[in-house]
T-cell receptor, first 111, second 108 residues
Framework: NAGVTQTPKFRVLKTGQSMTLLCAQD?????MYWYRQDPGMGLRLIHY???????AKGEVPDGYNVSRLKKQNFLLGLESAAPSQTSVYFC??????????FGPGTRLTVT | GQQVMQIPQYQHVQEGEDFTTYCNSS?????IQWYKQRPGGHPVFLIQ?????EVKKQKRLTFQFGEAKKNSSLHITATQTTDVGTYFC????????FGKGTRLSVIA
């Protein structure tokens, strides 16, 4: 089992560019999450999904969109990147006992 | 909305000293989870507590859930350099609400 994987691991974008972050899990979990982590701010929830075809907004959803077309994949999109979106992005999936499994993260820099 | 506050934000200890981080919620929690994130790594699940007054131990780590299910603590006895990292509590129902974490550094 690979657990939770994230692609890419690193990315540098210019302001206004777009990109998609891919999260994949092989544990057949229904619930998946996207967080961003900034120094001193802990983990802030961007969007989450409670099953294939569903998405919901978290604490900081502005500037991001998500899709969950397949149960194992959860995509996070930035349509027009801004420097304020420079962060480390973590994806997580949740088991039935509520334990969350995190991916290794994507370090994104927007210049 | 529900908030989970965690203190202290930072803690520096000498190797061998004890360490405690505290988590407080504005509302009653159905459960509390603890995660550890090593520097440069990702959060890793440590434990979940669900019962009022529950105490669980993992080697040198002791986790407590308050009687009112509004607070929790993580205590590490005789810290080691391998304990370095940020410890997060998280509580509630979907979606979980994470505290901002306590960053522990251990001086050898």
């Amino acid at each position: 089992n690979a657990g939770v994987t994230q692609t890419p691991k690193f990315r540098v974008l210019k302001t206004g560019q777009s990109m998609t972050l891919l999260c994949a899990q092989d544990m057949n979990h229904e619930y998946m999450y996207w967080y961003r982590q900034d120094p001193g701010m802990g983990l802030r929830l961007i969007h989450y999904s409670v099953g294939e075809g569903t998405t919901a907004k978290g604490e900081v959803p502005d500037g991001y969109n998500v899709s969950r077309l397949k149960k194992q994949n959860f995509l996070l999109g930035l349509e027009s990147a801004a420097p304020s979106q420079t962060s480390v992005y973590f994806c997580a999936s949740e088991a039935q006992d509520y334990e969350q499994y995190f991916g290794p993260g994507t370090r994104l820099t927007v210049t | 909305g529900q908030q989970v506050m965690q203190i202290p934000q930072y803690q520096h200890v000498q190797e061998g000293e004890d360490f405690t981080t505290y988590c407080n919620s504005s509302t009653t929690l159905s459960n509390i989870q603890w995660y550890k994130q090593r520097p440069g790594g990702h959060p890793v699940f440590l434990i979940q507590l669900v019962k009022s007054g529950e105490v669980k131990k993992q080697k040198r780590l002791t986790f407590q859930f308050g009687e009112a299910k509004k607070n929790s603590s993580l205590h590490i006895t005789a810290t080691q350099t391998t304990d370095v990292g940020t410890y997060f509590c998280a509580g509630g129902n979907t979606p979980l609400v994470f505290g901002k974490g306590t960053r522990l550094s251990v001086i050898a």
